[in-house]
């Protein structure tokens, strides 16, 4: 079977499985097995797949129809200029999450030179595949700690950072649940996409998404704003007086998590949207802090 007919082949099957981004994932798998990007299968249709590869598709089809997301099939998934290890123990990383990780760089790049001469110090909240982390760590100058509750996603994060050469993160075991005013201390920011699924809501989310995501990343409490209330309460005391909050959040939450904020007596707060313009990106500041 041709490149050609085997692109096909992966499409009709997948889409008929109910798949609708068929013809994408085809390319997706034929360029992991074959090293060639989706342009070079088009421009070598002609070509014979081998019969490992076809055996190797076959199997990866199979696991596809079944709604096991494709990221954990092959393994891997694309964030920024990265290709991340990801299982069922972390959150496979979404575009949102590179719109917040792209804010966060922002920030920190125009504070590049420090605060008051000492280095910037950040936090990432929930830090799964370390994705966010290792955005934070991209930037010279400053220190990075992230936190999990969940050990396996701590070991998956743990290897990203190493693979890819960040090996100063701190990565540490903990729940965002059980902590205190003091755990951390003069952070400059704090990063987090948190669980922010109601709890009755996840029962009807996509199968790649309910039955394969760890229900630890999605679970955001009865109405998906637990972990919000928290961060409400504790951000102001982990951040330095010049310091910032950016947290990724749920279609429709802005105005309930502006009020919830704004009641805690945080500064200014603000919500800004994702590449398919819904309001995404939750960006606020302490109260004696000003936006730069």
Not at 71 to 87: D, K, N, R, Y
Not at 263 to 270: A, L, R, V
Request: net charge negative; aromatic share 6%; hydrophobic share 40%.
């Amino acid at each position: 079977m041709t490149v050609r007919d085997t692109l096909s082949w992966i499409t009709q099957t997948l889409q008929s499985a109910g798949i609708e981004s068929g013809e994408i994932e085809a390319c997706w798998m034929l360029w992991q097995l074959t090293g060639s990007s989706p342009v070079q299968l088009r421009l070598r249709g002609d070509v014979l797949v081998s019969r490992e590869h076809r055996q190797q598709l076959e199997t990866w089809v199979q696991r596809r129809c079944q709604r096991e997301p494709l990221q954990h099939i092959l393994g891997t998934a694309p964030f920024l200029e990265w290709e991340i290890e990801v299982s069922s123990d972390v959150l496979v990383p979404r575009p949102e999450t590179e719109v917040l990780a792209l804010k966060a760089r922002d920030w920190l790049r125009q504070r590049a030179g420090g605060i008051a001469g000492r280095a910037l110090k950040a936090l990432d909240i929930g830090t799964g595949s370390g994705c966010l982390a290792m955005a934070l760590a991209g930037i010279p100058g400053v220190s990075v700690q992230a936190i999990d509750v969940s050990e396996a996603a701590l070991r998956i994060a743990r290897s990203n950072a190493a693979r890819l050469g960040f090996n100063d993160i701190d990565f540490l075991h903990r729940d965002l649940r059980s902590l205190g005013a003091t755990e951390f201390q003069n952070l400059d920011l704090i990063v987090s996409n948190p669980p922010y699924i109601p709890t009755d809501e996840i029962s009807r989310l996509d199968p790649e998404v309910r039955d394969h995501d760890p229900r630890l990343a999605l679970d955001g409490g009865a109405d998906g704003l637990e972990f919000y209330r928290i961060l409400a309460k504790l951000g102001q005391q982990w951040l330095s007086a010049s310091g910032c909050l950016l947290l990724e959040f749920g279609d429709g939450q802005a105005p309930a998590l502006i009020r919830l904020f704004t009641e805690e007596g945080w500064g200014e707060i603000s919500a800004e949207k994702d590449l398919s313009e819904r309001e995404r990106i939750l960006i606020v500041y302490p109260s004696a802090a000003r936006a730069i």
